[in-house]
């Protein structure tokens, strides 16, 4: 075998490898579509909510999907929905996403912030921060839905070579 040959098959085996990788990023991406038209379509059978304006995903102890939206006279909601569990709560009555994001930068100038979703572990419902720090470690931040207290943290480190 000569070395074009050579060159070739490394080049057919990196173009198969690439393929492959598509597939699955195109497998993934649409599951996560899907998941989030079920979860629509579901708040739209199951609660008031009319009008959606996020959707998003957590996965703890049990996996939640949360919508949140408005009701046709425009009460802000968002709905747990675990299966056949759905429970809806009046926005108004929990802490502002946008006051854990504030409240986050206040004490760590500089943060990223990855994502703030709504979380439930058994009756406890909480918002999920997860923001990477100056020093590039990435933080979890669990702070009650309700009174706004920060419940639960948790730092990984950056690796050390």
Request: proline share 2%; aromatic share 12%; charged share 20%.
């Amino acid at each position: 075998m000569n070395w074009k040959q050579f060159g070739l098959i490394i080049v057919g085996v990196i173009v198969f490898i690439m393929a492959g990788c598509l597939v699955i990023y195109f497998h993934v991406t649409g599951q996560e579509q899907t998941i989030v038209d079920q979860a629509k379509a579901e708040a739209h059978a199951k609660t008031p909510i009319n009008e959606v304006t996020a959707v998003d995903v957590y996965n703890g102890t049990r996996s939640y999907v949360t919508v949140q939206g408005k009701s046709r006279t425009g009460e802000p909601l968002i709905a747990w929905i675990n299966g056949s569990k759905v429970n809806v709560e009046d926005m108004n009555r929990i802490v502002n996403k946008s006051g854990i994001i504030t409240a986050i930068k206040q004490k760590n100038p500089g943060a990223y912030i990855v994502h703030v979703i709504p979380g439930q572990d058994g009756n406890q419902k909480f918002w999920e921060a997860l923001f990477i720090d100056s020093e590039d470690n990435y933080n979890y931040y669990y702070v009650d839905i309700y009174s706004g207290q920060v419940t639960k943290t948790y730092r990984l480190q950056k690796a050390t070579s």
